[in-house]
């Protein structure tokens, strides 16, 4: 990995607008992005695919190592996701595909067989790295790391109207159930837990409009980066 390529680090648990923001500012940055999510959730949704035990941590780890992820960019908008060739972009969103993705999340196999397909995003002209140990595990060295947060409710509404435009009908209460259990085995996890990073900046992103967060996230790079 060439260590003299810029990285910015956005990390965050779930519904915190890491996407978005992520999106934004790689787009504004003319910077590559990678959604790191998408990659443990592609694992979640191959087993799927494929009838495997999601339980079962070789082979879990089998199947990230072997399976073949693409993105195809499209400016600020969600990237296109192929799986092994398939366009698996909405299937990968689905609840189920998350509750997967975050059984295989724990297990160390997945994360190391995932670890060189993160490190290969990192291109000229930069990077940004969305996620949830981007600064802590994956570019320890990024020259900037930010830490996004929000309030349990307000993440469980942006999850609700996120499923609500792909046309997916979810009870909020249910949402914010998931979103709290998610949390804790994010967080509670053994093998990069979700924490910042000791140099992350911390911005809480309840009740502020989504300019004003990549204005914040700009202004923490340097001047000959941000032109
Ligand atoms: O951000 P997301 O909801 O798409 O992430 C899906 C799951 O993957 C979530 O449970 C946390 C896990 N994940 C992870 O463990 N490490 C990352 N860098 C990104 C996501």
């Not at 443990?40 to 799927?48: D, K, L, M, S, T």
């Not at 995932?114 to 969305?130: S, Y």
């Amino acid at each position: 990995m060439d260590t003299s390529i810029p990285v910015l680090t956005i990390d965050g648990p779930s519904g915190s607008g890491k996407g978005t923001i992520s999106r934004i500012v790689a787009s504004r940055l003319g910077w590559h992005y990678l959604d790191s999510g998408a990659l443990y959730r592609v694992v979640g949704y191959a087993a799927g695919r494929d009838g495997a035990d999601v339980s079962d941590a070789t082979a879990m780890a089998a199947l990230a190592a072997r399976t073949a992820v693409r993105f195809v960019t499209a400016g600020d908008a969600e990237p296109r996701v192929l799986v092994d060739g398939v366009d698996a972009t909405d299937a990968i969103r689905t609840e189920s595909a998350g509750a997967a993705a975050s059984v295989v999340a724990a297990m160390p196999a997945v994360r190391q067989a995932l670890l060189d397909k993160q490190c290969a995003f990192r291109q000229r002209p930069g990077l940004v790295a969305d996620g949830r140990d981007m600064g802590t595990v994956v570019f320890p060295d990024a020259g900037c790391k930010v830490f996004l947060t929000a309030s349990a409710d307000q993440r469980a509404q942006r999850r609700h109207k996120q499923l609500k435009e792909k046309g997916l009908s979810v009870n909020i209460d249910d949402l914010l159930r998931e979103i709290l259990a998610r949390d804790a085995r994010d967080a509670e996890r053994a093998v990069s837990p979700l924490k910042p990073a000791d140099d992350a900046v911390l911005i809480d992103t309840t009740d502020v409009p989504v300019e004003r967060v990549v204005a914040r996230v700009l202004a923490l790079l340097p001047d000959h980066i941000r032109g």
